[in-house]
T-cell receptor, first 112, second 110 residues
């Protein structure tokens, strides 16, 4: 039973560029959440997708957008990258009725 | 979600029980207590959760006080691989999203 997978594992971008991160949920899960974790901090909630729609959103600017596909996989897009966007980006999935979130290994983004 | 208070760091000898406390004095009656841990640079790992009753699984035990204002995560026989940051989170049943604090850094030593 595959767990949550994310790609790529590491990424280096420069300021102003755009980035797309990908997530495949755990088998049987249909809800995907994204979190940003800056160095030394706990993860911060970005948004959650269910039935291909954004269901909830945290306190992040519109530069952060997402998408969920019919197979429940998801993408996180960040436009106009800033140095402060450097972080570990985590994807978590849940079976809607169960509600316990399971996390992937994360994508480490470095913005230079 | 209600806020939680955890010690910044704790030490534990290998083979001993690790008892990690968490205060959540503003918890509402229908909010769950969740515990996750994060080993350096990895994604958070779900450990256990509970509402009112004590819970036990293959990883740990969760003891919730009767007034639900605090809880303790117990790792019965800590190993070096249990060294991690442990997060106590109070979650509303309405939303599955999690609000993380800074957690407790548990260092297990030989």
């Amino acid at each position: 039973d595959a767990g949550v997978t994310q790609s790529p594992t590491h990424l280096i971008k420069t300021r102003g560029q755009q980035v797309t991160l990908r997530c495949s949920p755990k088998s049987g899960h249909d809800t995907v959440s994204w979190y940003q974790q800056a160095l030394g901090q706990g993860p911060q909630f970005i948004f959650q997708y269910y039935e291909e729609e954004e269901r909830q959103r945290g306190n992040f600017p519109d530069r952060f957008s997402g998408h969920q596909f019919p197979n429940y996989s998801s993408e996180l897009n960040v436009n106009a990258l800033l140095l402060g966007d450097s972080a570990l980006y985590l994807c978590a999935s849940t079976e809607a009725l169960q509600e316990t979130q399971y996390f992937g290994p994360g994508t480490r983004l470095l913005v230079l | 979600d209600a806020k939680t208070t955890q010690p910044t760091s704790m030490d534990c000898a290998e083979g001993r029980a690790a008892n990690l406390p968490c205060n959540h004095s503003t918890i509402s009656g229908n909010e769950y207590v969740y515990w996750y841990r994060q080993i350096h640079s990895q994604g958070p790992q779900y450990i256990i959760h509970g509402l009112k009753n004590n819970e036990t699984n293959e990883m740990a035990s969760l003891i919730i006080t009767e007034d639900r204002k605090s809880s303790t995560l117990i790792l019965p026989h800590a190993t070096l691989r249990d060294t991690a940051v442990y997060y106590c989170i109070v979650r509303s049943p309405r939303y599955s999203t999690l609000t993380f604090g800074k957690g407790t850094m548990l260092l297990v030593s030989p």
